[in-house]
């Protein structure tokens, strides 16, 4: 009486399995393996896209008369599309493209941010270490850090006579703030366990430094290096416009002086992004430095 | 009886503004070279401040440690401590972390291939080396402990200081590692001194068992011998009447004579 119900049981869904799973072999491919990853890639980049278009599109009609004191998105591509189109080109000395003028100020922001990074590590960790220096240097760091950038430039340029070290030093003294204060706090948030360790291995100063105190205290070392970031960038901007040469400040004040708008526009897109970018890169390095990082 | 590790009227009186309380009175305690002993006492009777004390991480406020007739007031490898939660480097993986003591310790005296061969014995010890390059992250706690129990055992210690180092595990692992530190210790003649708040483990691991009063001024309440032979197997141990005479004087201890107390 068992012998046919078990050779029912197992027949009918031996026969079914097979046919589901060749049907399954041939599908899964395209929409599994795949498929996810189609899918978030739209969801990243499509509603972005559909934002964009809605506030050109806004825009275009605010500003479609021809009196208005904005130029519109259709008049900048007609007038200033060299400008997006040829980023490289250079015929003059003050006759180039926006990618040339960008990375004159990069290598600005390179050098004052690089400054204010090893200089604001190493002070934000003698900062952190002592419970004196802390109670007399913080507070003088929390009134310095809301300085506007600007506002250092003229101290600046009395002090190095000459605008290149200026706009670098008013890089440096706007970056330096938000990294002091972070490393100083990620050191002072070094759990006592990996003091202990450090004890007991008897590990001397520098030792410790490399050993324990930047990769416990990185994380934080690393959301004030991106602050910093973005604060040289918006200094370097602002501090060309005042001191000439060939940056990416300077041009928008050229070209305000000489009434061309749609190219303001375009320099905006530029710095914009290039902003963005920064941003992203520092983020980027520090996840990859920072992994593992995190106590478990 | 001189004693290897020596513990002379140890104070310890925290202080933090005007408030001050003496968690520590009067602890001597000596123990024999090779010797396994353990701490056992309420949570918060101050054991863990001993212990540290021992490693030289916490000043005793008054007394001496001894080791080898020198007195120790600064932590170093000679006393590796196994700390309470494992205290591994996140950033390092398994091996690295082994390895940052090997090279502190014998970086001056031995080369580069023999520290690294010492690192991966250590490895081997605690039959780890399938998780060499495993971050503390990706492992589990019980492979955690393991790791910083090689760290500890590889800076060849004159004295190894275990903060109840199975405290945070489930009890198949626990038994586990106890066996583990068991041969270990049986291996290598270790002198050990472990603090632990569980009785079974204490009458298994230890050659004596040192219990503690309640805090605060808490001290050496007693002092007991565990005459068991090794090596030891705790299957057969359960009904040996030495170990149940020896674990029913740890019980009244504790819960009859020195009942923990909620603190005021
Ligand atoms: N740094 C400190 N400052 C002030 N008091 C402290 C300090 N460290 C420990 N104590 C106090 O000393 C007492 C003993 O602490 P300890 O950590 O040694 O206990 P323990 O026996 O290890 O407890 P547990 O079994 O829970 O780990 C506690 O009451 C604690 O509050
Ligand atoms: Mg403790």
């Known amino acids: 009486m068992t012998m046919p119900v078990t050779h029912n049981d197992s027949a009918a869904p031996l026969y079914d399995d097979e046919i589901e799973a060749a049907f399954r072999r041939r599908r899964t491919p395209l929409l599994l393996k795949y498929g996810g990853n189609i899918r978030d890639f739209f969801a990243a980049v499509v509603p972005p896209l559909i934002t964009l278009g809605l506030i050109l599109l806004v825009w275009q009609l605010l500003c479609v008369r021809p009196d208005s004191a904005l130029p519109s998105p259709s008049r900048i591509w007609s007038e200033a599309n060299d400008l997006i189109l040829h980023?490289?080109?250079?015929?003059?000395?003050?006759?180039?493209?926006?990618?040339?003028?960008?990375?004159?100020?990069?290598?600005?922001?390179?050098?004052?941010?690089?400054?204010?990074?090893?200089?604001?590590?190493?002070?934000?960790?003698?900062?952190?270490?002592?419970?004196?220096?802390?109670?007399?240097?913080?507070?003088?760091?929390?009134?310095?850090?809301?300085?506007?950038?600007?506002?250092?430039?003229?101290?600046?340029?009395?002090?190095?006579?000459?605008?290149?070290?200026?706009?670098?030093?008013?890089?440096?003294?706007?970056?330096?703030?938000?990294?002091?204060?972070?490393?100083?706090?990620?050191?002072?948030?070094?759990?006592?366990?990996?003091?202990?360790?450090?004890?007991?291995?008897?590990?001397?100063?520098?030792?410790?430094?490399?050993?324990?105190?930047?990769?416990?205290?990185?994380?934080?070392?690393?959301?004030?290096?991106?602050?910093?970031?973005?604060?040289?960038?918006?200094?370097?901007?602002?501090?060309?416009?005042l001191t000439g040469g060939v940056g990416i400040g300077f041009f928008i004040w050229d070209a305000w002086n000489s009434s061309r708008l749609p190219d303001i526009f375009v320099a905006l897109i530029y710095i914009g992004v290039t902003g963005f970018m920064l941003d992203r890169l520092v983020a980027f390095i520090g996840t990859i430095a920072t992994r593992g990082a995190q106590a478990s | 009886m001189t004693g290897y590790l020596k513990i002379e009227n140890v104070d310890k009186t925290f202080s933090r503004g005007g408030a001050s309380t003496k968690v520590l009175e009067n602890v001597c305690l000596r123990v024999e070279k090779g010797q396994f002993v353990s701490i056992i006492g309420h949570s918060g009777c101050g054991k863990?401040?001993?212990?540290?004390?021992?490693?030289?991480?916490?000043?005793?406020?008054?007394?001496?440690v001894l080791l080898e007739e020198r007195e120790v007031n600064a932590p170093g490898p000679d006393r590796a401590v196994v700390f309470q939660n494992h205290s591994l480097l996140p950033w390092l993986s398994a091996y690295d972390n082994i390895r940052l003591a090997v090279d502190k310790v014998f970086g001056a005296t031995t080369t580069r291939a023999k520290r690294h061969e010492w690192t991966m014995h250590n490895l081997e010890l605690v039959q780890m080396v399938h998780a060499r390059d495993k971050r503390p992250g990706e492992i589990s706690g019980g492979m955690k402990q393991r790791i910083g129990i090689a760290r500890a055992l590889a800076m060849q210690p004159k004295v190894l200081l275990l903060d109840e180092p199975f405290g945070a595990l489930d009890a198949l692992t626990r038994a586990h590692l106890q066996d583990q530190v068991m041969a270990l210790q049986e291996q290598m003649g270790n002198t050990v001194m472990m603090i632990t708040h569980d009785v079974d483990e204490a009458v298994l691991l230890s050659d004596r068992i040192v219990m503690m009063t309640n805090g605060p001024q808490a001290t050496i309440g007693e002092v007991l011998d565990v005459p068991l032979r090794r090596p030891r197997d705790r299957i057969s141990l359960a009904t040996d009447p030495t170990y149940l005479e020896c674990r029913q004087r740890v019980l009244q201890f504790l819960y009859e004579r020195h009942r923990y107390v909620e603190a005021a």
């Open chain 2, 48 to 64: 863990s401040t001993l212990l540290n004390i021992v490693a030289g991480l916490t000043k005793a406020t008054s007394g001496v």
């Open chain 1, 87 to 241: 980023p490289f080109y250079e015929t003059g000395s003050q006759d180039m493209g926006l990618g040339w003028r960008v990375l004159t100020s990069l290598k600005r922001v390179a050098v004052g941010f690089g400054l204010a990074s090893v200089a604001g590590i190493l002070l934000g960790a003698f900062v952190g270490q002592s419970q004196l220096a802390t109670r007399g240097l913080d507070p003088i760091f929390q009134i310095l850090r809301t300085v506007p950038p600007l506002a250092w430039l003229p101290i600046s340029l009395a002090a190095f006579r000459d605008s290149q070290p200026s706009a670098i030093f008013v890089i440096f003294i706007t970056s330096i703030w938000p990294i002091v204060i972070n490393t100083a706090v990620g050191i002072r948030n070094i759990p006592q366990d990996y003091r202990n360790v450090a004890a007991v291995l008897q590990l001397n100063q520098i030792e410790f430094f490399w050993k324990i105190m930047i990769p416990s205290a990185a994380p934080y070392i690393f959301s004030g290096l991106r602050i910093g970031v973005g604060l040289s960038w918006l200094a370097i901007v602002a501090a060309e416009m």
